[in-house]
C-alpha cells in the first residue's frame, strides 16, 4: 500500500546521506525558502541554507534503518519517522515530510535527533541452572574450537540436543538426562564451528525434547530474558537465546522444528536463522519432527550470524537475491495489531535500507493467503509433527510416567494415536502450500511477523502460554511446513518489547538470505547487556 | 493564510503540555495504533504507547515557543516545526503532523529533540571606545543607583545622548562631545531606572546625532556584535546593544526616532520597545526630531525590559489586551524574502503561544496597505525628519565643517532648505497614515519585520548602508510617524542572524504590549555571551 516511489525515494535518499553525495541531497530536499530541517535545538530554513550546512558538515554518521514508519494521510503527501542504528551503538530518529511534486517526490521538513548508546546494563544473572545445563569454568570456554578461522574469539551456547564429545545431551528433561550417555562424536554442524575457531562456551536449556515455543522448563526454570525483563524468552532455544542475549555468548546453536529458532530471536531481539530443511546437517542432534527439523544459529550480531552461518552452509554456490519483498495482510493480520504495526515498520525500513520493491501478495497472480488455508497448513503441520514426535520420543513417554510435565506429555499424546491416512492427509496439504508459497517466492521473498506478538510475562496461566504458542503456529509453520529457509531480523518494536521479521526465501537460497545481512547491518553492532563474567574481568 | 484552527489547537497543546494535562494531551494524539511520537532515539508507536509514556513522565519541562515554521502541503494536513526556549536554557524542537478529521486537527506524528545551553562563550571584547564612551571602573557602576527597588542589582547602559549629572553628552560626535559641559540633572526618565534601584555601567555610543539607523560611526568605530559577528550592531542605540548582547550591561536606554531602538533589537537579537510618542518623558535627552523621539530600552532578558519599562510608563492604567495579531502581506514584502519567512516563523509562535488568531490586514476593513501608501509615509517621514533634524543640529553642522561624516552631514543637509508648505502637507501624509492605522488597531495588533534583513556586514559599502537604511525605513517609520508603540521580539533567525519581529499597538497601550512579555517569555533567561568582567570576577 505504501507508494512505491515514495520508499524508492526514501532509498535513494538513505544512498546519497551515506556517500555523502550533496548534489543528490540537495535534490531530495524541495527547492524555495519554505523547506525546513531542524536537528537538536535549531531549525535551518530555505534550501540553500540547509544546502550550505551539508557542505560544510563533511557527511553524516553512518547509520542504518530499523524501523520506518510511513504514514500518508493524504495522496501526494507522506510522512516518514524513521529509527536507524548508529556504528558507534547510538541511535537516531528522521522525520521527514514527504511532497510528491511534477519531478518526484520531495522532501518538504525533515527533524533529526539521536541519542547516544545507552549504558550497556549489567545484568544479574538469573538462576544459572534455567539457562545452562553445562557450563565453562569462570564463564570460560567449556571445550575449546581450532582457536583460528573465522569463527575465532566467538563463543558458543550449544542448545542440549545437539552432541558434544564427551557430554551427554539433557533435552531439558532431567530423566532423559540421567540415562543418556556422553556422546562419542560431536555433529557435525558443531564441529564445522568449532573448526572455523569458536569455542563452545556452555550447553544451554531447552524446552523439554524442543517441544514448545515459549521457553518454560519446570525443571530447571525459566532463562530469563534480559531484552524483555519478566518476560520469557521463547524457546525452544530458550538457553542459547537468553545467553546470547545476555552477552554471556556470541552465538547460539539450536534446532528449528516449528519455529523454536525464530521465536526466541522474536522476543529476545535476536537475529535467527532457520536453514532450509536439509541444508545443514542433523546427524547428532536429537529429532523432534524429521520432517521439519533444522539446525540453524541465532546472534545478536548480525556479523557474527553471516559468518557462522556460512561455515554451516559450507562452499557457497550463488547468492540469490529476491526480486521484491512481499507483504501479506493475511499473514500480518495473524499478529496482534501493535505487532503487525511494529513488524510493518521493521519491513519498511528493509525495503528503504536494500532498495527492494515493497510487494503485496494481494496483487500478485495467487492472489492473498485465504483463512482456510492458513488453518489447513497450520492444521496439517500439527498432525505430522504430533505423529512424528510421538514416534521420535512416545516410547520415552511412555516408560517414565511424569519425566515431562503435563502440557508437554499432552501435546506428545495428541500424536499417539494419529490415523496414518490423515498424517498422509496432512503431508498432502504440506505439500500444496509448500508449491504455493515456492510460486510466490518466485516473485519475491515472503515476509511476515515472527510471532504473534512480544515475549509473553513470565506469570502467564498455562491457557496463556497455549494461547500465545497458538497464535504463533500459523505464522511459523508456513516455512517449516514448505522446508525454506528463514531469517529473522529483530527490528520491530511494541513498546520496548522486541518482535521479529521473518524473510522467507526459496529454498537451498540461505547464502543470498543470509547476505541481506551485509546490506541492511553495521558491523560491530554491540551487545546489549553484559552478564558478569568472573572469569573474563579477572584478567 | 494559516489555518485558524491549527493555531488555536497548537495553542491549546502547548497549554496541555504546559499543565501536564494528560487527558488533553491524549485528545490532541490521534487515536490509534498509527499515531507515532519520536524522541531522542526512539519512537513510541500507537496512542496507547504515547499515553502510558506522558502518565509515567510527570510533565514536560517549561518551554517557550520562538518560531514555528508552519507548511500545509494539501488542505486538512499541516506540519508545524517548533523551536522552543526552555528556562534552563537549552533550546528545543518539536515537528507535529496535523490532520484534520470529523473532531478538529489531531497530531498523527510527532518529534521531539532538544539541546542544552550552549556553552556561554566568553566575548573578547572589541575596542572599548567604539562600545562605551564613558565607563564605570573595571566594568563596575559609573553611578550607583538607589540600590533598591525592583531594578536592584540592574546594570544600564545609557545612549551617549541622555543626561546625567556630572556628566557631558556626547552624541557620538567629538566636537560635540568637546564643546559639551556636564549634565547638572539627570534625565527623568533615566532617573527613575536610577530610583528604583539600576546603576549605570556606563554611557555607550550612538551614531552621530543618532541620525543613523546602521551604527557605524566614523570617529569611535563599530561596536562588535557578539549575536552576528563580523556584523553591525545597527544603530542609532549601537553601544547599549553591543553592551547588553555581550552582557557588559542587563538594560540599555536610548532613543528611536526612526527605529533606532528596533533596529539594533533586531540584529543584535534583543527585546527592544519604542514607546508611545509622548509616554515617557524626553527631556534631558538630546533631540533629533521632536515629533517622532522617544525614550525607550533594549534588554536580552524580557523580565528586565518588562520590570523596567513598568518603571518609565509609572503607574500603569489599564492593561489593553489585542483581540488578534494582524499579517501584512504588504509590509512582510518589504523585507528580504529569507527574512520575511524567519519573521513569520516568529509571529506564528506568538500566535500559539498567546492564543490570539492570527489575521490577515487584506481580510479586514480598509484592506491590505498599497505599495504607494507605504512610499507616502516613507517619504513624509524622511521630509519632516530631516526638516527636524535640520531645525535641532543644523546649526551645529554648519558651524563644523567636517564634525560630522559626509553621510550624516547629507541627510542633515536634505532638511536644510525644505520648503514648510513640502513639510505641513508631509505631515498631512502621516497623520492619514497614523488615522488608517489607528483604525487597523482596533481589530488587532499589527505584526512586521523589525528590519528588512539581518545585520549588514562590517565591511558593507555606503551604498550597501544606505540601502540598508533606505529598505528598512518603510518599516519602521509606520509606527514613529504615528506615534504607536512597538514591542521588538528577537525571535526570527535567518541562519544564525537574529532578526525581530515588531509588535505595534494602539496609542498608549504600552502597558498591554509590554504585558505581552508575560506570555510569552521565561523568567531568568539568561545572557547569550559574557564579556570579561574583571570588577566581578574578584569577589
Chains 1, 2 share one sequence.
Not at 552432541?163 to 550417555?181: K, Q, W
Not at 525495503?351 to 501478495?361: H, K, N, R
Not at 503435563?406 to 494415536?417: D, I, N, Q, Y
Not at 502460554?465 to 520491530?492: D, H, K, M, N, Q
Request: proline share 7%; with cysteine.
Amino acid at each position: 500500500m505504501t507508494d512505491a516511489e515514495l520508499l524508492r525515494a526514501a532509498h535513494e535518499y538513505e544512498n546519497a546521506l551515506r556517500d555523502n553525495d550533496l548534489a543528490a541531497l540537495d535534490t531530495w530536499f524541495a527547492d524555495g525558502l519554505a523547506t525546513v530541517r531542524a536537528e537538536g535545538g535549531t531549525a535551518l530554513v530555505g534550501h540553500g541554507e540547509i544546502s550550505d550546512y551539508r557542505a560544510r558538515r563533511g557527511g553524516a554518521p553512518v547509520r542504518h534503518l530499523r524501523r520506518v514508519h510511513v504514514r500518508e494521510p493524504a495522496p501526494g503527501h507522506a510522512v516518514t519517522v524513521s529509527e536507524t542504528e548508529r556504528v558507534d551503538g547510538g541511535s537516531g530518529l528522521q522525520t521527514q515530510v514527504w511532497e510528491r511534486r511534477g519531478e518526484g517526490w520531495r522532501i518538504i521538513a525533515a527533524h533529526v535527533s539521536g541519542a547516544p548508546a545507552a549504558p550497556v546494563p549489567t545484568v544479574a544473572p538469573g538462576p544459572d541452572r534455567a539457562t545452562w545445563r553445562e557450563r565453562g569454568p569462570d564463564g570460560g570456554a567449556l571445550v575449546r574450537g581450532s582457536g583460528h578461522g573465522e569463527l575465532a574469539g566467538v563463543r558458543v551456547a550449544v542448545k542440549d540436543l545437539v552432541d558434544l564429545t564427551g557430554h551427554r545431551v539433557g533435552a531439558g528433561v532431567p530423566a532423559h538426562l540421567e540415562r543418556a550417555v556422553p556422546a562419542t562424536r560431536t555433529a557435525p554442524a558443531l564441529r564445522a564451528l568449532l573448526d572455523a575457531g569458536a569455542d563452545v562456551t556452555g550447553i544451554a536449556q531447552t524446552d523439554e525434547f524442543a517441544f514448545s515455543l515459549m521457553g518454560t522448563n519446570a525443571h530447571y526454570g525459566t532463562p530469563a530474558n534480559v531484552a524483555a525483563p519478566g518476560r520469557t524468552t521463547g524457546g525452544s532455544t530458550s538457553g542459547p537465546a537468553a545467553a546470547v542475549a545476555v552477552g554471556a555468548a556470541d552465538l547460539g546453536i539450536g534446532t528449528d522444528t516449528a519455529g523454536s529458532l525464530r521465536v526466541p530471536g522474536s522476543f529476545c531481539g535476536l537475529y535467527a536463522w532457520r536453514p532450509t530443511h536439509g541444508a545443514v546437517d542433523v546427524e547428532g542432534v536429537l529429532p523432534l519432527a524429521p520432517s521439519f527439523d533444522t539446525v540453524g544459529l541465532l546472534a545478536a550480531e548480525p556479523a557474527v550470524l553471516l559468518r557462522a552461518g556460512r561455515i554451516l552452509l559450507g562452499v557457497p554456490g550463488t547468492v540469490e537475491r529476491p526480486r521484491a519483498l512481499l507483504r501479506s495482510a493475511t499473514l500480518s493480520g495473524l499478529a496482534e495489531p501493535a505487532t503487525a504495526v511494529a513488524v510493518d515498520a521493521a519491513l519498511t525500513a528493509l525495503a528503504v535500507q536494500t532498495g527492494l520493491p515493497l510487494l503485496d501478495v494481494v496483487d500478485l497472480p495467487g492472489g492473498e493467503f485465504g483463512t482456510e488455508e492458513v488453518q489447513a497448513w497450520t492444521a496439517a503441520f500439527r498432525t505430522v509433527q504430533a505423529a512424528e514426535a510421538w514416534a521420535a520420543h512416545g516410547r520415552f513417554v511412555e516408560e517414565n510416567p511424569g519425566a515431562v510435565s503435563p502440557a508437554v506429555e499432552a501435546r506428545f499424546r495428541t500424536g499417539a494415536g494419529t490415523d496414518p491416512v490423515d498424517v498422509d492427509l496432512a503431508r498432502e496439504t504440506l505439500r500444496r502450500s509448500a508449491s504455493r508459497l515456492a510460486a510466490l517466492l518466485a516473485h519475491g521473498w515472503l515476509t511476515l511477523p515472527s510471532t504473534a506478538g512480544p515475549a509473553p510475562l513470565l506469570d502467564a496461566s498455562p491457557a496463556q502460554w497455549e494461547a500465545a504458542r497458538a497464535s504463533t503456529l500459523p505464522l511459523t509453520s508456513l516455512a517449516s511446513g514448505a522446508g525454506v529457509p528463514v531469517l529473522g531480523l529483530p527490528w520491530g518494536r511494541v513498546g520496548e518489547l522486541p518482535v521479529g521479521l521473518s524473510v522467507l526465501a526459496p529454498a537451498g537460497a540461505d547464502a543470498g538470505l543470509l547476505d541481506l545481512l551485509t546490506r541492511v547491518a553495521p558491523e560491530g553492532r554491540r551487545h546489549r547487556a553484559t552478564e558478569e563474567r568472573p572469569g573474563q574481568s579477572a584478567t
